[in-house]
């Protein structure tokens, strides 16, 4: 947990570490899990889980294959990409539409938070990168958040890692810290809004685009994140 912010979204292997086996930036341990059948998922947060796995897997490796908790340099580059993701989705968190909904949600952003991590990490704010997800529907919005908000559940693990290269919920991985409330309980009550919307059939469609786009956008982020990576003396 996106993450990002990135479900950031992907499985970090410490060979040392059963926690650092266990982490997902958007840990499928507390997304809902879908059905071991193929029958499609009655609750829409396990249909979404369902149809984003592949994504999510992909997503994992790449994750994994960066190391973002080997060094700071390391994990400075995990935030360039987190950053930019929320900093993406802020319209959708101050949607007016959206907060009545949702009454939390423009509380629920966290793309302040990343940005000052990388101040605290001595590292520039990126520029927007083009292919931003523009002006969604209502339901694709819902696709989008739904993976930002699911990767704050795996973040639990990832700041215990964070806190291994000298971080904390108060330097340089704050936008993994635990949300007010707590994790379980703001996934929860998103879930439930979620599950409890009456959607039409192409609603249902937008909702699942707007979930499997926002895996393959932050794949795209994270890769020009490290991409863009300055040179190590």
């Given at each position: 947990g996106f993450f990002t912010v990135p479900r950031l979204l992907v499985r970090l292997v410490d060979n040392s570490s059963l926690q650092g086996a266990q982490a997902l930036l958007?840990?499928?341990?507390f997304f809902m899990t879908a059905s071991s059948t193929a029958e499609r998922p009655s609750l829409r947060s396990q249909r979404l889980n369902q149809i984003t796995n592949e994504p999510h897997t992909k997503l994992?490796?790449?994750?994994?294959?960066?190391?973002?908790f080997e060094t700071q340099a390391n994990f400075a580059r995990f935030v360039v990409a987190q950053y930019l993701f929320?900093?993406?989705l802020v319209a959708l968190y101050n949607d007016a539409e959206l907060n009545q909904v949702i009454p939390d949600l423009a509380a629920r952003c966290r793309a302040e938070a990343a940005k000052l991590d990388l101040a605290d990490l001595d590292t520039e704010t990126p520029a927007p990168v083009?292919?931003?997800?523009?002006?969604?529907?209502?339901?694709?919005?819902?696709g989008w958040l739904f993976v930002s908000e699911g990767s704050k559940l795996g973040a639990a693990f990832l700041i215990k890692?964070?806190?291994g290269l000298g971080l904390s919920e108060t330097?340089?991985?704050?936008?993994?810290?635990?949300?007010?409330?707590?994790?379980?309980?703001?996934?929860?009550?998103?879930?439930?809004?979620?599950?409890?919307?009456?959607f039409s059939a192409e609603e249902e469609a937008a909702v699942e685009k707007g979930a499997i786009d926002a895996f393959v956008r932050f794949t795209v982020l994270l890769e020009q994140a490290y991409a863009s990576a300055p040179e190590l003396a």
């Open positions: 958007f840990s499928r341990t994992d490796a790449l994750v994994k294959a960066h190391a973002p929320q900093s993406e083009a292919g931003a997800v523009n002006n969604p529907s209502k339901a694709e919005a819902l890692r964070a806190v330097f340089g991985a704050r936008h993994l810290g635990e949300p007010a409330g707590g994790r379980a309980e703001g996934w929860k009550s998103f879930t439930r809004t979620l599950d409890g919307l009456a």
